[in-house]
């Protein structure tokens, strides 16, 4: 794992999420947010004042350091929380797999671990209706959502193993832009969620109109930055299945 990579990624998401809320609090909820950052900061002079000079002078750079680390913190929470899009995901990879039908099959026949028979499960079973309410449908889609991560997974290292200089920087774009919507998305929706339970007290429906908004810009913007990307590994995963045809 890039560790630059990740904590510029991480950063960049977790202070999205606190730029979020705080502009949300500020808007909504602005006199209880003054008086929460006054009692915070009246706190925070407080200890500064009965420390010793040495601590002291270390003060500003030891908060500095807490907020940075609490800021990656809440990245990585942010991407690990992105797993509430798992089931809508898996319904495009499964599209794309029935699309890619055919170079599939004759791929999957020559590999013979267990992700042969996760991919015709897939295959099989995985309804892709785009509107679907049959919740025996929504259980059946999370019962695959294994078998789609299995299949996921062998197409990236076919890839790897069989391309010429491991996964090519285009797909690994796709990767990074995926994963930063997902955590971004993760915003839109915790901030749907605080919406829907500080704001539902009053006869005001607009409250309603801007977290089910939030819904779904997250999810918008998350499923279409996995679209482009399983558009990238099937894609490239077709062509280097065709090169290593032609080699052999």
Known sequence: MNINARFAEFGMTGAFFWIAQLFYLAMARDSETQQALQDFFGQIDTITAVMPQIFEDVGSSLLTAIGLIGIFVTGLALNLLGSYFVVLEN?????????????????????????????????????TALLSFNPRTSLQRLRLSGECKHVQAF?????????????????????????????????????????????????????????????????????RAYQRMCDTLLTTACATYSRQQRDT
Not at 106 to 121: I, K, L, S, T
């Open 91 to 127: 319904r495009i990879f499964a599209r794309h797999l029935q699309r890619n039908q055919a170079w599939m099959d004759a791929m999957m026949e020559g590999c013979a671990g267990p992700v042969a028979a996760d991919y015709r499960r897939v295959r099989d079973e995985f309804d």
């Open 155 to 223: 197409l990236f290292s076919f890839i790897h193993v069989f391309g010429n200089n491991g996964l090519p920087e285009a797909l690994k774009d796709q990767v990074h832009l995926w994963r930063t919507a997902r955590a971004i998305g993760a915003t839109f929706v915790f901030l749907g969620f605080e919406i829907a339970y500080l704001e539902f007290v009053g006869t005001a429906k607009w409250q309603a109109m801007l977290a089910l908004g939030f819904f779904a810009v997250g999810s918008y913007f998350t499923l």
